[in-house]
């Protein structure tokens, strides 16, 4: 029955590497954030097939002044979520300054500041490992070419059992380079079972690859290998890193990542056995399931990560993120609903990529339509507010005071290397300097634009084609600015932020 089942992806937007682990009976999962703030989101499930967003470990990226402006390619890279000694432990690794670590008693918080376990470049994809047989401690990672003129290794070693620092210098403990046809290889996972250590950790590519199993006796090596999950005759491709967790009863699953181009990286579930050879079996017999039987857990209300806001107060809910660390200002709360912005002033304000102060959510992985109220209150000519799809290109849709002091309705874009926006449809005057903007996200994240200024709802411009950002999807993004220069530049609300079926 249909009930009985669950379909893929479990979470159909951008969860970029995620990590899993279970405590009692509740699931846990955490996901890159690259350069967005708040960073390391949290994720909360009672059957692994439905989650909801919990909060965030992160609140502002370290250090600071290196994510006053956006950097999508930095960041939290691929970080490892444990429970251990009673405290929540994640682990993961900027590609610029080395691995780090947070921890916290609950998965709500208070979670540490970052702590800097290992200092370097071109250090990524740790994961932790508490040996609970020995009570050692070790860590393993993978390396950035980009950083470090490394890759397709995973390096070993033995960590505090505090997790606050390494205790050697590391040694490689499995080299790709020495398995015919392995290249890529990182996003290792370690853990401990039947008498093993086993590393869970794909190669070839994010698009292309494919997830491997490594075992040994010895945390050290050396490892024998397998791939246990790849695409076959699927539509599946990939697929990519991901974390096991068993369940209360004994069941075991693997949740991993999809590459869907602007859609991001999704989440897949899949069943996961111990073979008669002792090797793991995910999937169906190595491939990925598009359906399956649920986990054998109580069955749970339909839920999924928040996307509509009313903005209560002036506040916005868990689901957004700016595009660099904040300042104080823009957004202001106040005793109404509706999430109102400063005009802030920027020499940028041609190119919304290279803005700190747009508010994002991930673009929706199913065809939507997106729908928010705009009003944009006084400001001197050039100040504007919008909403608009974000990636390597973008497109925006809303309200701009012109010379005159009147306010229009524009609708622009910028392909990936333009420097500079441009019209994607003639400005309309929007005489009570009020609309409702829409944009409707098809198949292949083709994006149509459409406003309401209170004679009906219209097109706006051609077709926009959604593009990923570098290791980001496409993202969604409220913002308002002004350019450089004297005077007061205004503010906007936004009201009743809608996503729904298309």
Known sequence: MADETYENPVLNADWSDPDVVRVGDDFYLTASSFGRSPGLPLLHSRDLVH????????????????????????????????HHDDRFWIFWGDPDQGIFQVNAPEIRGPWTRPHLVKAGRGLIDPCPLWDEETGEAHLVHAWAKSRSGIKNRLTGHRMHPDGTSLLDEGEVIVDGDRIPGWFTLEGPKAYRHD????????????????????????????????IVLEQKDTDVNGPHQGGWVRTPSGEDWFLHFQQRG??????????????????????????????HRRPALPPQPAAAPATDDDFPGGRFGRQWQWTANPDDGWATQHSGDGLRLSCVRTAYAHDLRELPHVLTQRLPGTPSAVEVELELHGGEPGARAGLAVLGDAFAWIGLERGADGTVHLVHRFAEPAAGRERDAAPPRPAPHGRALLRIEIGAGARCRFAHDLGDGRRRSGPVFAATPWRWVGALLGLFALAPDGPGRPGAATFTRFRISPL
């Open 262 to 291: 602007a859609y991001g990286r999704v989440v897949h579930l899949q069943p996961m056995r111990w073979g008669a050879d002792g090797w793991p079996v995910l999937g169906d017999d190595g491939a990925p399931v598009a359906a």
């Open 195 to 226: 008498g093993w250590f086993w590393i869970l950790a794909p190669a070839g590519g994010v698009a292309t690859g494919w997830q491997g199993a490594f075992r040994s006796r010895d945390f050290f090596g050396p490892y024998e290998e397998r």
């Open 51 to 82: 989650w909801t967003l919990v909060g965030h470990a992160l609140e502002r990226l370290e250090p600071e002044a290196e994510f006053a402006s956006p950097r999508h390619d930095r960041g939290v890279w691929a970080p490892s979520l444990r």
